[in-house]
C-alpha cells in the first residue's frame, strides 16, 4: 500500500485510463492529485469523483500568482468543498526566476493561506530558492497552519528542516532522491522526523528513471530508495509513510 501525495495529470498528455490501472496496479492505493491553477485543480477535481484513491488539491501555484483575482480565488473555495478535495495548493513561493514579481507572488500566498486557515485544511506548499522568506511568512501566517502543511519536493537542506517542523511542517520526497548526484536531498531524507517523511512523483516531472515521464507508479521505487537513505526497512517505511499521509490528509485518505 503506497501513497503519492504530490502528481500531476492535468494537460500533461497521459492516456489516463491505462496510467490508472498501471498506477493500482503497482500497489499504490492513493494519488493526490496538484492543483497549480484553477483550471487544472477543476479536472483533477473531477478525475477524483470518477476514482476511488484519487484524490486533489485546490490552489494557484506562484508561476501563475497574477492570476489570482477575486473570481479565481472564489473558485478555489468552491472546489475546496468538493469532498476529495484533501488540502489548498499548491502554493508558495520560486524565486528562480522572479517572474511573477515577488510582492505578486507573496500575496497571492497570503491569500490563500488565510483559504486553507478559513476552511481548515492543511496546505501543499511549493518552495523553491526562498527559504528565508519562505519561514518568514510561514511564521507570521502561523496561526493559519494549525491543520498542518506540506513542503513538497523538499529543497532547503537538512540544516532547516527543524526550523519547518516546528511550525508543523510533513516532508515528501520524490525521484530526486534517486539521482546520483542529489546529497542535498539525500541528506533531508536521512534526517527528517519518521512521523513527517511522505512520498511523492511530482508526475510528470523528476523521474526516478532520467529521461522518462514520470508516473506515481515508480512510487515502490522510490520508496525502496528512502529506505535505503534511512537505513529503514521498506515494508515499515511504507506502512509509516501512508500512516503519516492519513495523519496531514485527514479528509479522505
Not at 207 to 220: M, Q
Request: proline fraction near 4%; charge should be negative; aromatic fraction near 8%.
Amino acid at each position: 500500500m503506497y501513497c503519492d501525495v504530490h502528481a500531476h495529470f492535468a494537460d500533461e498528455g497521459y492516456d489516463l485510463a491505462a496510467e490508472w490501472e498501471k498506477i493500482r496496479a503497482a500497489g499504490v492505493t492513493a494519488v493526490i492529485l496538484a492543483g497549480d491553477t484553477v483550471a487544472h485543480s477543476a479536472f483533477h477535481a473531477a478525475f477524483a469523483e470518477a476514482h476511488a484513491g484519487a484524490y486533489f488539491t485546490a490552489g494557484v501555484h506562484p508561476s501563475e500568482a497574477a492570476s489570482l483575482d477575486d473570481g479565481a480565488m472564489e473558485a478555489v473555495r468552491a472546489l475546496c468543498a468538493k469532498p476529495a478535495c484533501v488540502a489548498v495548493g499548491e502554493i508558495g513561493l520560486d524565486y528562480h526566476w522572479d517572474t511573477p514579481p515577488r510582492a505578486v507572488q507573496q500575496a497571492a500566498f497570503s491569500r490563500q493561506l488565510a483559504l486553507a486557515g478559513a476552511l481548515g485544511l492543511p496546505v501543499q506548499i511549493h518552495s523553491r530558492d526562498c527559504c528565508a522568506d519562505m519561514l518568514a511568512m510561514l511564521r507570521e501566517h502561523r496561526a493559519l497552519l494549525r491543520h498542518g502543511f506540506l513542503m513538497h519536493c523538499y529543497s532547503h537542506g537538512a540544516e532547516n528542516m527543524p526550523a519547518f517542523a516546528a511550525l508543523g511542517a510533513y516532508f515528501s520526497f520524490g525521484g530526486v532522491a534517486c539521482f546520483g548526484n542529489a546529497k542535498n536531498v539525500w541528506e533531508s531524507v536521512a534526517a527528517c522526523p519518521a512521523d513527517r517523511i511522505l512520498s511523492e512523483t511530482d508526475s510528470p516531472y523528476l523521474s526516478p528513471f532520467r529521461g522518462k515521464k514520470n508516473t506515481p507508479a515508480n512510487i515502490p521505487v522510490i520508496v525502496r530508495r528512502l529506505a535505503q537513505l534511512r537505513g529503514e526497512e521498506e515494508g515499515a517505511l511504507t506502512a509509516q509513510i501512508c500512516k503519516n499521509a492519513q495523519m496531514l490528509f485527514r479528509r479522505s485518505l
